[in-house]
DNA sequence: TAAATATGTCAACATGACTGACATATTTTT
DNA sequence: AAAAATATGTCAGTCATGTTGACATATTTA
């Protein structure tokens, strides 16, 4: 890589603002664009892997709390969860101390094919970690956990660092 | 921030991917949602600010090249410019060495529309970078632009990097 | 003159989001 | 004990944005 592309002082504010947003467009829309060919086998969409994602992520979650974690509908996540309910990739469990709640987890099932999806995608992210250098990773979280709007930042940061950089 | 969160060393594989990934997910949707509000008073959506940022970006685009850039169908992509043609923010000229090629610019108004819809957008996005330091953007340009498909690569980043960093 | 190319249009379909209303089951409050 | 509140599910309709495949016009190339 051309290194005078990445020189962020050779930039005024404006063309920091163009490269970043054209870059984050078209990396998200290429690493999110990987799994789809899978996830089609399956009859899925990208919303199915997104709540398999975090159901998996999150055993036990509630369904109110998928509803604030992604800010989606009741309408668009019961669509895409109840599918996924009936293909017995996820089951619900009635909450033991509150016995309207719904509590997700994968089943085994579930589980498989979340890391059927996710094997290729999880190479070619690991693969761009190393290309760009473990500095540039650290950088490229910053950003991003930069970029939450602040009223969701806290939340999604505690849920994001589960289990890890302890 | 708790450092410790954005130390790579302190994560396994897995969890450097995770981590990833999440984060892209919620700072590419809460960014791009920003200018939701402002493009719904004008009866437009992602796709037209989409079109209204390529075109700006890059004057006298042809037709067959924004549907190359974008990775869109001309059907996907009719319906939206159309929409822009014939509200004024965008113009068509003809190529004068090949006439029937369509030459894409922004209008005026068009210009007027995409500074407006860019405004916060912009200002948030400088507010993240400075939050996170140089250092980090450098990064952040860095796998982003690392996660985009060896195929589309090259043309890409010579669009993204066009005028700047010289 | 025929074939190829650049672009536009059409109708139907898919995915994933939203609204607003209504429903059942359970817990909490009065 | 009854009413109110809460957790979740369902319904029908709507919208944005993507795809497919076929067909069209205008222009350039062979």
Redesign the interface.
């Known amino acids: 890589?051309t290194d005078?592309?990445?020189?962020?002082?050779?930039?005024?504010?404006?063309?920091?603002?163009?490269?970043?947003?054209?870059?984050?467009?078209?990396?998200?829309?290429?690493?999110i664009s990987w799994p789809d060919d899978v996830l089609q086998t399956y009859g899925f969409g990208r919303a199915h892997h997104?709540i398999l994602?975090f159901v998996g992520?999150n055993p036990g979650l509630k369904v109110a709390e998928l509803l604030d974690l992604l800010?989606i509908t009741k309408q668009s996540l019961s669509r895409v969860l109840s599918t996924l309910v009936e293909k017995g990739h996820v089951r619900q469990d009635i909450g033991s101390i509150d016995r309207r709640q719904r509590l997700l987890h994968l089943t085994e099932q579930g589980q498989n094919l979340l890391d059927k999806i996710t094997e290729h995608?999880?190479e070619?992210?690991?693969?761009?970690?190393k290309?760009?250098?473990?500095?540039?990773?650290?950088?490229?979280?910053?950003?991003?956990?930069?970029?939450?709007?602040d009223e969701?930042r806290t939340e999604?940061?505690d849920?994001?660092?589960k289990?890890?950089?302890?």
């Open positions: 890589m005078i592309f990445f020189n962020v002082k050779k930039h005024s504010d404006h063309q920091k603002f163009l490269k970043g947003m054209e870059l984050l467009y078209f990396g998200y829309r290429d690493f997104r994602h992520r800010n995608q999880k070619h992210m690991l693969k761009a970690f290309k760009a250098g473990d500095q540039s990773v650290e950088g490229f979280w910053k950003v991003l956990s930069a970029l939450i709007a969701n999604i940061l849920r994001v660092n289990d890890m950089g302890e």
